[in-house]
């Protein structure tokens, strides 16, 4: 083998396509200088600051890429391999053996006959719902207005607001099988008549149209009512009037005086003619019965029940509370059945009402503590009691309660 074929010859390696030593020195010069004539013809051009900008820029990015890199790399990588190594570490939990359960025991007799006794009924208390509808319910034994209003969470005057035509107001009107209707809120159970207006109406009972309009129960559709000055409301209807209120009728006997007794005559064929003078009061009054305790029924003007009703056994005596002339004596055609009225010639008068039997007339003179009848049950009344009253020139009238002795 010749020198020309060894392969470890430099020369035959690089023959011809080397660059010899002064090229190779002088290639960053020319690089150099490459760079500066391109930078100069950009100033040349004016674009020189936008050059440097976009520099500026393109290694921003290049340094934020780089720096998500290296944090992909060294930082995360190792976090994870850590965890990895960690949960691969873990012990892991051997099952646990079950237990075998005893056998269940019968349960012997009686070993609850000691036990706590529990109620047969178990009852859920439920909230209160509100009713928007009416309805009914049938007065029983021992009822009074105050109780009934009570059980519905209503005011006793609606009781008697809403059942006008079967009790007139009169709370003695009350009798056990009578069906009375339930207002769903405190108000005024109105009958349409022809030719009433919406306003005249709503104006009566203190509320606005708009109370009646949009209660629900009365199913009033405003798109079809047309004016309210006469509105397209059929006759006979009934409207509930939610917290509408109005005066009671009187059912109760006037002020009778000695002077003009016949002003009674509406009430009942136990009205008086022509009365001579007679004794005058004291101003003090006694208690007018043998008993002193009530039977159902108090004074309260909030059911139109302006007196007290005393209870007793059938036939009692009752006493004149105070002296005076007799100005009514007989039947009353308004639910007091057997009346009598004493005028007591100082601005006050007395009425007794349901009595059995009567021992005085009209323009019979009477005094202090005298027996003028007998307890009864007479009229609109469910068993013996006296109705009391006491009116007032001055008071009309008053609570019994404040001036008996």
């Not at 079809?224 to 009934?238: K, M, R, Y």
């Not at 006694?286 to 003007?301: A, K, Q, T």
Request: glycine share 12%; charged share 15%.
């Amino acid at each position: 083998m010749n020198d020309m074929d060894t392969p470890s010859s430099p020369r035959q390696d690089y023959d011809g396509d080397a660059p010899t030593g002064p090229e190779t020195a002088e290639s960053p010069q020319r690089s150099k200088m490459n760079w500066a004539q391109i930078w100069e013809s950009l100033l040349r051009v004016g674009l020189g600051e936008t050059a440097l900008r976009f520099g500026t820029a393109l290694s921003s990015i290049v340094l934020v890429l780089l720096v998500i890199w290296v944090m992909s790399t060294f930082y995360l990588r190792g976090e994870f391999n850590t965890a990895s190594e960690v949960a691969i570490a873990a012990p892991q939990a051997a099952p646990t053996a079950l237990l075998k359960q005893p056998p269940l025991q019968p349960m012997r007799s009686g070993a609850f006959d000691g036990g706590i006794a529990r109620l047969r009924e178990l009852h859920t208390s439920l909230p209160v719902q509100p009713r928007g509808e009416l309805t009914t319910y049938i007065v029983q034994k021992g009822d009074t207005i105050f109780g009934i209003a009570e059980k519905f969470n209503l005011k006793p005057e609606t009781i008697l607001w809403g059942n006008y035509y079967t009790l007139v107001d009169d709370p003695h009107r009350l009798q056990p099988g009578q069906e009375l209707i339930i207002l769903p809120v405190d108000g005024v159970y109105y009958r349409w008549n022809a030719g009433d207006g919406l306003n005249a109406v709503a104006r009566f009972y203190g509320v606005t149209p708009e109370d009646i309009i949009q209660w629900p129960g009365n199913r009033l559709n405003p798109d079809t009512l047309g004016d309210w000055a006469s509105p397209n409301i059929e006759p006979g209807t009934f409207l509930v009037v939610p917290n509408g209120r109005r005066e009671f009728v009187t059912w109760s006997a006037p002020r009778i005086t000695r002077q003009n007794p016949g002003v009674a005559k509406i009430f009942g064929p136990g009205a008086c003619g022509t009365i001579t003078d007679g004794p005058v009061g004291t101003g003090t009054f006694v208690w007018p019965s043998v008993e002193r305790y009530l039977s159902g029924f108090d004074y309260s003007p909030e059911t139109n029940h302006r007196g007290i009703d005393v209870a007793g056994k059938m036939g009692n005596a009752i006493f004149a509370a105070d002296s005076g002339v007799v100005v009514y004596a007989g039947w009353n055609d308004w639910g007091y059945g057997n009346v009598v009225v004493i005028d007591h010639g100082n601005g006050w008068q007395t009425l007794y009402a349901h009595l059995s039997t009567l021992n005085v007339a009209c323009g019979s003179y009477v005094y202090q503590g005298d027996a003028i009848a007998g307890m009864g049950s007479t009229g609109n009344s469910s068993g013996p009691h006296l109705h009391y009253e006491m009116l007032s020139d001055e008071y009309g009238k008053v609570n019994p309660w404040n001036f008996l002795q």
